[in-house]
């Protein structure tokens, strides 16, 4: 008789739990042995005792169920060579896996493993990260916000479906944007805001499907803080609306402006696209280059009958942060991740999750498996990278996104993402460009802008493969893939 995943890790639990036990005892023959010798073996013996107490406590904490709103974070140096480890153990909730994948990612750090089990009240997962470099992570500074930041409410907050992560900030106004793609759109976006005497601080665009979505962040350009006059307001709103509508818009462009909060940007950005409904394939001639299906994810919903989950399968290019997109995306869509586990291998991701709808039940039409696989496809797809990764590192100055983007417009350039950032006077820009039907973009022409925005200024930093198909074998098996697979549990929709 199989035992459920979750009797599993209670039983490496248990194990762990044994393993510590035993450590103590010999930590208190030692004790003992060491505190017979002299004084300066006593206050040895207090010290290790101190130790004993410490991971005592730690033992009793992980024994009962945390209370509301605080976690529990084991952070390892030492388990894995390539990675550090991170375990976190708190009360389930609906999209906490979200919030605490969201924490590591803001930190620019890459999850190359994660196991995740949330059975009941509670929420134990597992995650291997490193750096951007595929290093452990041995910052303290680092090391010390996460464990902070996990084990305290600062992390487990309420759910976000109604606030969508807003928080009060009078620093600058966010304005979010979406509309249908085309060449040259966020160089007239920059232009009527240069135009408007708004200064863009920081930025991200994305762009997916034939429609274009915008998180940017402005500040007035002779106070340097948030724009809240309501007549400004509805001006900025009103020309920017004008500039996403364009001639032949598919679907209607719309525009807000929040003066007094500021956003998740990329669960924003998420939302938006989702809302915008780019997830429905869209076939527009002169807009793009033809899509190669085989450098599409593939994703497969199956049924797991006895045990009431819709189970999940994505196998994709690998990239940083797609972790999150995807629990983004299921979150946002209300379904609850219950077990699963994530495996990179070289170029390639492999996730596999089993989940229900927040009302407790799977995926049961073939409608609603169509929409979860087409929406997984989008979030996958919205932030890879495509083109010519261009940087822009230069003294800031008010209208210089619209200046560099008005040049890249000149050349035949179409931007695909962006990520624009300003600190310390100083602007940091990365651009993913294409020409205007899709496809690479001759040196020559990159050349030609170099010298015109400046060689030092603007530098080519790769120029990212535009195909790429995930190997057609089985990346690393699931942590529960043979337990459900087993007797034939597992009805395909397909």
């Not at 084991?74 to 906490?96: F, L, M, P, R, W």
């Not at 818009?249 to 807000?256: C, Q, S, V």
């Not at 100055?397 to 008005?406: E, I, M, N, P, Q």
Request: aromatic fraction near 6%; charge should be neutral; hydrophobic fraction near 35%.
């Amino acid at each position: 008789m199989k035992s459920s995943p979750t009797n599993e890790l209670r039983g490496l639990n248990s194990r762990a739990v044994y393993g510590l036990r035993t450590q103590t005892e010999e930590i208190l023959h030692l004790t003992t042995a060491l505190g017979s010798f002299n004084q300066s073996g006593q206050q040895f013996g207090n010290f290790i005792n101190l130790e004993m107490d410490d991971e005592y406590a730690k033992l009793i904490r992980r024994m009962n169920p945390p209370s509301e709103n605080i976690g529990i974070v084991v952070i390892d140096n030492y388990a894995c060579e390539h990675a550090t480890i991170i375990q976190v153990d708190s009360v389930n909730k609906h999209g906490i896996l979200l919030e605490v994948v969201q924490v590591i990612t803001d930190l620019n750090l890459i999850i190359t493993k994660a196991y995740i089990s949330s059975d009941g009240g509670w929420f134990m997962d597992v995650f291997n990260v490193t750096d951007h470099n595929g290093n452990k992570i041995r910052d303290e500074g680092v090391l010390n916000y996460i464990q902070k930041t996990l084990e305290t409410d600062a992390c487990f907050f309420p759910s976000l479906r109604g606030s969508v992560g807003v928080m009060p900030s009078k620093e600058h106004t966010s304005i979010e944007l979406t509309g249908t793609d085309r060449p040259g759109l966020l160089s007239e976006v920059c232009a009527v805001l240069t135009h408007l005497q708004c200064n863009v601080v920081d930025a991200e665009i994305w762009t997916h499907n034939a429609r274009a979505a915008a998180v940017v962040h402005v500040t007035d350009e002779s106070t340097g803080c948030a724009i809240e006059d309501p007549k400004r307001i509805s001006t900025i709103k009103e020309l920017l609306c004008n500039v996403l509508k364009g001639n032949n818009d598919l679907k209607t462009a719309k525009m807000t402006v929040s003066p007094s909060g500021v956003t998740h940007t990329e669960r924003r950005l998420h939302q938006m696209m989702f809302a915008d409904r780019d997830y429905e394939r869209v076939e527009r001639v002169g807009l793009g280059r033809a899509e190669d299906k085989r450098s599409r994810p593939h994703v497969t919903i199956l049924n797991c009958i006895e045990k009431d989950y819709t189970v999940i399968t994505m196998r994709s290019k690998d990239r940083p942060k797609l972790f999150f997109d995807t629990v983004c995306t299921l979150t946002d869509m209300q379904y609850v991740v219950f077990h699963g586990t994530v495996n990179t291998r070289k170029m390639e991701a492999y996730q596999e999750y089993y989940i229900r709808h927040v009302d407790g039940l799977p995926i049961s039409s073939e409608a609603e498996r169509q929409r979860v696989t087409q929406c997984l496809e989008a979030a996958i797809e919205r932030r890879a990278s495509e083109g010519l990764e261009l940087e822009l590192c230069t003294k800031d100055r008010v209208g210089l996104l619209s200046d560099v983007t008005r040049i890249f417009r000149e050349h035949s350039l179409c931007i695909k993402r962006a990520e624009i950032s300003t600190k310390g006077g100083k602007a940091k820009d990365t651009f993913y460009v294409t020409d205007v039907s899709g496809n690479p973009v001759d040196p020559k022409t990159v050349d030609s802008i170099r010298q015109q925005i400046g060689q030092t200024a603007l530098r080519v930093k790769r120029n990212l493969s535009f195909s790429s198909e995930p190997s057609q074998e089985t990346t690393a098996g699931s942590l529960f893939g043979n337990l459900f697979r087993a007797g034939r549990l597992i009805r395909s929709y397909s």
